[in-house]
């Protein structure tokens, strides 16, 4: 199982980016996918998850109303569009997968089976 992320890069304040998080090995719609992040010298924070029912979806309340997590399972691949971006937004990205995520621990990384490597994202002021 492998999850790809992608589309980090450098964007001036107020400016957007998608990240895309693409599954090979495993079918994505069948689990609860979520976004991390971490900042230079900080622990990894949860973004934003889909639950694998697909009805439900979870923000930090630091990106309610400029990030959205979406899902295209015909591509196999989730997708984080994050508008309004402020420099404390810059980080390592990283997509998670897994099965077993119950709506009480969406937002803990232990939740999670499967991880991808992390795209940068960094926002200048």
């Known amino acids: 199982v492998q999850l790809q992320a992608s589309g980090g890069g450098l964007v001036q304040t107020g400016g957007f980016l998608r990240l895309s998080c693409a599954a090979s090995?495993?079918?994505?719609?069948?689990?609860?996918v979520s976004w991390f992040r971490q900042a230079p010298g900080k622990e990894r924070m949860f973004v934003a998850a889909?639950?694998?029912?697909?009805?439900?979806?979870y923000y930090a309340d630091s990106v309610k109303g400029r990030f959205t997590m979406s899902r295209d399972n015909a591509k196999n691949t989730v997708y984080l569009q994050m508008n309004s971006l402020r420099p404390e937004d810059t980080a390592v990205y990283y997509c998670?997968?897994?099965?077993?995520?119950?709506?009480?621990?969406?937002?803990?990384?232990?939740?999670?089976?499967?991880w991808g490597q992390g795209t940068l994202v960094t926002v200048s002021s």
């Open positions: 998670a997968a897994g099965p077993s995520v119950i709506l009480s621990n969406i937002g803990s990384q232990t939740a999670y089976t499967y």
């Open positions: 090995g495993r079918t994505v719609s069948r689990d609860s």
């Open positions: 889909i639950h694998r029912s697909g009805s439900n979806k």
